[in-house]
């Protein structure tokens, strides 16, 4: 056999592709070039043809071409520029109130501090006796152990009853001392008219010894009286001592009961526990506090006032200002100066989380809390007093009696509306009328703004032209003017009417003090002071924007005669934040 055929023959090795080698495409190539000739090239050109056919239909926006106006009084009144006015508002003719909102927090009118004023064990404690419970006033709390108290009051009854018996005796005493006087006075008497008797006989008749008898006799009588004086002085003195001895007992006897009366802790107020320590079985010393309440007759709202707004509240007519004005400093006292004027209040707690629930109360600003400004914040810290804390009106406007978290409770964060009405005069201004540094743009009418130059000719501008922000309005010699004729265009503006226009000039009103915002018929404004009162109710500002109006120069310009009629003014001025 040759060696070819014996030799064994070796296996396949199996081909393995990998997974990043390139595929080859099995498309066709006219296919793929007729898709990247559509990506690159037709699409671009589509979207570049869609772009020109827009350019084309929108085209570019113009400008609308004023027509040329003729140097008439309408034309000029036309060349002027248009703005809106309204008129300002006299504060007092709106209520005269201003109404300053700022927040505050409620605290406690008071908090009493209960203490044990006789020591002993708690033998009682009632079940309300735990804080957060209401007490009414003189409800018994908690009682100590009054069995010592007890013996002690019999006792000093006991020494009392003895005090008063020593003193009947006494009487008993006092009563024979008089007769035993009585006893030897009538025996002194009897013996000296026997001395008399016996001194008044002849000579011997009665011998020297009688005689002598006789007179040693009446002095033992005289003896006697003596004694017995003295015993019934000793006696009325010793009745004083045991007066005042009877006094002390019945002192002491009421010291004890008043201690026994203390065993009993009743509530001073009505109110609501804060802070109880007092437990059943334990033993307390006299003087240690046991229980705190707090008063909820009333309550107060805590408030810190800038000093702008503490100005506002001093700027008000006090009660012993009898023609409202201020009195001459010879007759202020000196606690005026630490005074608040009394200022309505009107207090209104938000619910979280249903801005449509809000509740208020009525309060009054009476007094400063403590003397000074606040290191912090250079506010003055006041207090508000809330006469009747559980007395809310409901957002309806009906008033009811609170009970659970309608009633002011310390801790609420509220709104506090301070009811002022200041003898300083204050406007409204409209909020549009407010411009950028507090100022105002006053418009006044003046006919001369509608007068041609005296030099003016046709290839030069008027005034009107000149001014370009300026507001129009009427005079009633352009009531009979001609009018600029019309273009004859479907969409021709409206004939123009010189009567419907008033014209002016517009100055810069610099110094405008905003003091509170206000709502007046709907419509948002600024209570504001103007300081050297250049502005005055019934004057009108403008509302909308105008360009180059400046301070050195007045502009002139046209306003619809509608809105120069200043109309019925409102009655109430509402604040809002």
Not at 37 to 62: C, D, R
Not at 215 to 224: K, S, T
Not at 422 to 440: E, F
Request: net charge negative; hydrophobic share 40%; with cysteine.
């Amino acid at each position: 056999m040759s060696e070819s055929a014996t030799t064994t023959a070796e296996p396949e090795t199996p081909v393995t592709t990998s997974p990043y080698a390139p595929v080859e495409s099995t498309a066709h190539p006219n296919r793929d070039a007729a898709t990247s000739l559509l990506i690159n090239v037709v699409i671009p050109l589509a979207m570049l043809g869609l772009a020109f056919v827009a350019f084309l239909l929108f085209g570019k926006v113009t400008a609308e071409q004023r027509p040329d106006l003729d140097g008439s009084l309408a034309g000029r009144m036309q060349r002027l520029p248009t703005a809106d006015v309204q008129v300002v508002q006299s504060l007092e003719a709106v209520g005269g109130q201003l109404d300053l909102t700022v927040d505050g927090v409620v605290v406690p009118f008071r908090e009493i501090q209960i203490a044990t004023e006789v020591a002993g064990k708690v033998v009682y404690k009632d079940p309300d006796c735990e804080a957060g419970n209401y007490v009414d006033a003189g409800q018994l709390l908690c009682r100590i152990d009054d069995s010592d108290y007890q013996l002690e009051v019999e006792r000093l009854s006991r020494l009392r009853e003895q005090e008063y018996q020593a003193l009947k005796e006494l009487d008993q005493e006092t009563s024979n001392a008089k007769r035993l006087l009585d006893v030897a006075k009538e025996d002194l008497e009897l013996r000296t008219s026997e001395l008399r008797r016996l001194e008044s006989l002849p000579a011997g008749f009665a011998s020297e010894s009688e005689i002598d008898s006789m007179r040693r006799a009446r002095l033992q009588a005289v003896q006697v009286q003596v004694n017995a004086q003295n015993q019934l002085d000793l006696l009325l003195k010793r009745r004083t001592r045991l007066e005042a001895s009877e006094r002390l007992a019945a002192v002491q006897l009421e010291s004890a009961k008043l201690n026994l009366a203390r065993t009993e802790i009743r509530s001073e107020v009505s109110g609501v526990i804060v802070r109880e320590d007092a437990e059943l079985n334990s033993f307390v010393q006299r003087g240690s506090p046991i229980i705190t309440i707090e008063d909820t007759s009333k309550v107060e709202v805590a408030v810190s006032l800038r000093m702008d707004q503490l100005f506002w509240v001093l700027d008000q007519a006090r009660h012993d200002d009898a023609d409202g004005g201020l009195a001459p400093p010879a007759e202020l006292t000196s606690q005026q100066g630490y005074e608040l004027p009394e200022t309505d209040a009107t207090i209104r707690y938000q619910v979280s989380g249903r801005d449509d629930v809000s509740y208020q109360w009525s309060g009054k600003l009476l007094r400063y809390d403590g003397i000074g400004l606040d290191q912090q914040t250079r506010t003055a810290p006041v207090r508000i007093v809330v006469e009747n804390p559980k007395r809310f009106q409901k957002p309806d406007g009906t008033e009811s009696l609170s009970q659970g978290p309608t009633a002011l409770m310390r801790g609420m964060f509220v709104n506090v509306s301070l009811h002022i009405r200041p003898r300083t005069q204050l406007v409204l201004i409209p909020s549009l009328a407010m411009q950028p540094g507090n100022r105002v743009w006053h418009f006044y009418p003046d006919p001369s703004v509608l007068d041609p130059p005296p030099a003016e000719s046709e290839g030069e501008p008027t005034a009107a032209d000149n001014s370009p922000h300026l507001v129009a309005d009427e005079g009633p010699e352009t009531a009979g003017e001609s009018e600029p004729t019309a273009v004859e265009d479907d969409d021709a503006a409206p004939p123009f009417h010189v009567e419907d226009w008033v014209a002016g000039y517009v100055k810069v009103i610099p110094r405008v003090r905003a003091i509170e915002a206000a709502v007046l018929d709907e419509q948002q404004y600024w209570i504001c002071e103007i300081v050297d009162q250049t502005l005055q109710p019934g004057d009108l500002v403008v509302t909308s924007p105008l360009t180059a109006v400046t301070s050195d120069q007045a502009v002139p310009v046209r306003v619809p005669a509608q809105q120069t009629d200043p109309g019925a003014a409102a009655v109430a001025v509402t604040a809002s934040r």
